[in-house]
């Protein structure tokens, strides 16, 4: 059967109880890793997995805190004594931030190739993505959807297919009917739920006060008086709540979306099974 673990279940701000965004999907020994979020490699590791056989990479969008690990992935895997090229699926400019991590991490793969005998430096396999089916595996077709997370563009949703179960796992969006028909009676929604009420403030932030910040940031997230409705749209199995704020009450997370949707919900902790 088709199954997910929440690796990371966090935002930005650190989170000592939760990793950065990060989702492992799975059927049998095939395996897609879903954002690289910080931590992501010792999650993957509790979850049952070797640095040697990291599962390729699908990316949702370009901001950071799902990304931030994408380098940790590439050099502990080749460290590990892996050859063959990691492949990472993702929006336009993905490649160009690969090239990039590659230039960073460039000095200590040399240093380290100093010490071994004939080996070639690690390989990535980028591939850029665009709406619809991008390809099938072990078992599993996996698309790509549209969502709205503006002024980031493209950003996008994942839809998994086998095993005779569909997992959907939302990125990072506001209520979008794109995702809702995609999710169109998933057996799972692992949905983000990014809760700006609960936002800090400081002066010089970027915002002149804690209100417009929440405006703002809440006008490209889900919020918990939402994330029902999205579900129930979708007409959803089940609901995975994920990408919470460090100072959300799972429980009201959990009240306010059981409000707009007759489901069940689970609001996620890191390493859960969905």
């Known amino acids: 059967m088709l199954r997910a673990v929440l690796l990371g279940t966090g935002s930005p701000p650190p989170n000592p109880k939760r990793r950065g965004p990060a989702t492992l999907v799975s059927l049998g020994a095939e395996h897609f890793l879903v954002d690289a979020g910080s931590g992501v490699g010792a999650q993957l590791v509790?979850?049952?997995?070797?640095?040697?056989?990291?599962?390729?990479?699908?990316?949702?969008?370009?901001?950071?805190?799902?990304?931030?690990?994408?380098?940790?992935?590439?050099?502990?895997?080749?460290?590990?004594?892996?050859?063959?090229?990691?492949?990472?699926?993702?929006?336009?400019?993905?490649?160009?931030?690969?090239?990039?991590?590659?230039?960073?991490?460039?000095?200590?793969?040399?240093?380290?190739?100093a010490h071994m005998h004939e080996r070639p430096p690690p390989e990535?396999?980028?591939?850029?993505?665009?709406?619809?089916?991008?390809?099938?595996?072990?078992?599993?077709t996996v698309s790509a959807f549209l969502v709205e997370h503006d002024p980031v563009k493209p950003a996008f949703g994942f839809h998994f297919d086998g095993g005779g179960r569909r997992v959907v796992v939302s990125g990072d969006t506001r209520p979008s009917e794109n995702l809702m028909r995609w999710s169109h009676h998933?057996?799972?929604?692992?949905h983000e739920c990014c809760e700006m009420a609960k936002t800090s403030w400081y002066p010089g932030c970027g915002w002149p006060t804690i209100e417009?910040?929440?405006?703002?940031?809440?006008?490209?997230?889900?919020?918990?008086?939402?994330?029902?409705?999205?579900?129930?749209?979708?007409?959803?199995?089940?609901?995975?709540?994920?990408?919470?704020?460090?100072?959300?009450?799972?429980a009201e997370v959990k009240a306010a979306a059981e409000k707009g949707y007759g489901g069940p919900v689970l609001v996620g902790e890191d390493l859960m099974d969905v």
């Not at 050099?75 to 990691?86: D, S």
């Not at 990472?88 to 090239?99: D, S």
């Not at 029902?228 to 959300?248: F, N, Y």
């Open 186 to 190: 998933a057996d799972c929604l692992i």
């Open 46 to 113: 509790q979850a049952g997995l070797r640095p040697y056989d990291w599962p390729r990479v699908l990316v949702t969008h370009h901001h950071s805190d799902h990304t931030i690990d994408l380098g940790h992935l590439v050099i502990t895997r080749w460290i590990v004594g892996q050859n063959a090229p990691l492949e990472i699926w993702g929006p336009a400019g993905t490649r160009r931030q690969v090239e990039k991590l590659l230039d960073y991490l460039a000095w200590d793969i040399e240093v380290r190739r």
């Open 212 to 250: 417009e910040k929440i405006r703002d940031l809440a006008s490209y997230h889900t919020q918990p008086d939402q994330i029902g409705r999205v579900a129930r749209e979708a007409r959803a199995k089940k609901l995975a709540i994920t990408h919470l704020m460090p100072g959300s009450d799972p």
């Open 124 to 140: 990535v396999r980028v591939t850029e993505i665009e709406e619809g089916k991008i390809f099938e595996a072990g078992g599993v």
